[in-house]
């Protein structure tokens, strides 16, 4: 998509002028929207071909990169650079549905395998081992996704989730969701990111994604969700998920009859604003230079 939804006439303009300026448009997959923020880069280096892949959570849009809060991530990584040129392949229609090695991509993989990843931890607790699923999302609404969180938490798994908007699952309901708490924080900036993090018995995996927990997300729409690999970035982000699960300013609790409770400092707590907290991380380099 050029430009976000209810759009539809700036978008058709600024495709004329990039057909006029020599690109190629395509116009996506019919009957499917394309919803995955990527990029692929071939160069040429020292006589050889290098391929370069940019993924992310949010769009390539100016004012959205000023207002939202987004992961993006540009790779050299083989595999996944490969799998970025079979999925542009596909949409341009020049290829089948091909198996990825790393990407995992809606409609095709990306449901299944998000299930597959909760049933692991929910096995992980039934053997009585630890078991956490952290979640950041804007919406969480489709029912199939729910009902595994539900079972999850039944079997013991202790799961965070942080969801902006839609949340259709009800946390804290003894004997169904008492493992599960949702907070959402509402900002300065539009929290958009979206982050899967699963415990898998101390080997972790993390996931950042274009896609929502919603079935038109998982079913209908072209999206991608790919690995964050190696400790030092996976270490980060996790991090940062535990700063979102710690904010006492800028956090509404889920109460389990749907309603929503703002969080603040109680006792000797001191006030913790996650957005702040990441600006002044932000900020601190560039004061230090000064």
């Keep these: 998509e050029l430009r976000a939804r209810f759009d539809e006439e700036s978008n058709l303009q600024l495709a ?5 300026a020599g690109a ?31 993924l992310g959570t949010g769009n390539y849009h100016a004012g959205n990169a000023r207002l939202y809060t987004d992961y993006s991530m540009l790779t050299s990584d083989d595999a996944l650079c490969e799998d970025v040129s079979k999925l542009f392949s596909q949409l341009i229609g020049m290829g089948k549905t091909m198996r990825m090695k790393k990407l995992l991509h ?17 096995q992980h607790a ?14 969480l ?3 199939k996704m729910i009902r595994a969180l539900y079972k999850a938490s039944q079997t013991g798994v202790r799961i965070d989730l942080i969801v902006r908007g839609m949340c259709c699952l009800r946390p804290g309901i003894v004997g169904v969701s008492h493992n599960i708490q949702v ?3 509402i900002g300065r900036f539009l929290e ?7 415990l898998n018995d101390g080997d972790e995996k993390l996931y950042l994604s274009s896609a929502d927990w919603m079935e038109r997300n998982l079913d209908r729409r072209v999206e991608t969700c790919f690995p964050v690999e190696g400790k030092k970035l996976l270490t ?3 991090k940062e998920l535990d700063t979102f699960l710690t904010d006492n300013t800028q956090s509404w609790q889920l109460q389990p009859d749907g309603s929503y409770l703002r969080n603040s400092p109680s006792g000797n707590q001191n006030p913790r604003n996650v957005q702040a907290t990441f600006l002044e991380k932000l900020t601190a380099p560039v004061m230090s230079a000064r």
Aim: charged share 25%; no cysteine; proline share 2%.
């Design 126 to 139: 039934s053997e009585g081992k630890a078991a956490h699923i952290i979640l950041k999302v804007n919406s």
């Design 192 to 198: 958009h990111s979206r982050v899967f993090y699963f």
């Design 141 to 143: 609404t489709d029912p």
């Design 183 to 185: 907070r959402s924080i």
């Design 236 to 238: 980060r982000v996790k």
């Design 16 to 20: 004329s002028r990039l057909q006029q």
């Design 24 to 54: 190629v448009v395509i116009y996506g997959v019919v009957g499917y929207k394309t919803h995955a923020k990527m990029m692929l880069i071939l160069r040429r280096e020292n006589g050889e071909l290098r391929r370069y892949a940019h």
């Design 106 to 122: 809606a409609p095709f993989t990306l449901k299944k395998a998000l299930l597959d990843l909760i049933a692991q931890e929910t």
